[in-house]
């Protein structure tokens, strides 16, 4: 069965540094988000991606993050100078083009520890 | 604006037990609405959705949940708990608009005792 894959799993970085979250959507699939989960909270969405531009994004997605589709297959989401509060559980997620159902499909999500 | 609220953060039941968590929606325009559990550690796995077909609506693992439009709500049951279901359960809107972002209510912990 198709699936959504990230990497890494978990990443430890210290404050100030660049980190770069990967994501592989499935294949014939059109439309990509990002979520991200601080621990113990709800699942907040980020960010989502078609025709390789931003079509949505929250308050969360500030001047720090990025995304891009360097590739055919890669989603990935860049955090230019990682903080504290940015630890987290980030999902990525994708929707084919002729879903009718706004059903998302996630992948395992990477864990970014920020110390 | 959507938004979701779950009522309860924390379900504790038996096993054998009626399962019951409550999900109210806010939406202006007709909501597709879905139900995703999370056990420890993984990722988020959709349990069921509700697309404006069937009223009652089936998924996984034996759940189902009902959507009530007078009562704007999306509560998720099932007759009869398993150990196994102990996990988060999140329900989530959105509108038939390609691209939409789900919404995600805040989550509720369901603990399953012997």
């Known amino acids: 069965e198709p699936e959504v894959t990230q990497t890494p799993s978990h990443q430890v970085t210290q404050m100030g540094q660049e980190v770069i979250l990967r994501c592989v959507p499935i294949s014939n699939h059109l439309y990509f988000y990002w979520y991200r989960q601080i621990l113990g909270q709800k699942v907040e969405f980020l960010v989502s991606?078609?025709?390789?531009?931003?079509?949505?994004k929250s308050e969360i997605f500030d001047d720090q993050f990025s995304v891009e589709r360097p590739d055919g297959s890669n989603f990935t989401l860049k955090i230019r100078s990682t903080k504290l509060e940015d630890s987290a559980m980030y999902f990525c997620?994708?929707?084919?083009?002729?879903?009718?159902?706004?059903?998302?499909?996630f992948g395992e999500g990477s864990r970014l520890t920020v110390l | 604006a959507q938004s979701v609220t779950q009522l309860g953060s924390h379900v504790s039941v038996s096993e054998g037990a009626l399962v019951l968590l409550r999900c109210n929606y806010s939406s202006s325009v007709p909501p597709y609405l879905f139900w995703y559990v999370q056990y420890p550690n993984q990722g988020l796995q959709l349990l069921l959705k509700?697309?404006?077909?069937?009223?009652l609506v089936k998924g996984i693992n034996g759940f189902e949940a009902e959507f009530k439009k007078s009562e704007t709500s999306f509560h998720l049951t099932k007759p009869s708990a398993h150990m196994s279901d102990a996990a988060e359960y999140f329900c989530a809107v959105t509108h038939n608009q390609a691209g939409t972002a789900l919404i995600f209510g805040k989550g509720t912990t369901l603990s399953v005792s012997s």
């Open positions: 509700y697309t404006s077909a069937a009223t």
């Open positions: 991606f078609y025709n390789n531009e931003i079509s949505e």
């Open positions: 997620a994708s929707r084919g083009l002729t879903s009718n159902t706004g059903e998302l499909f």
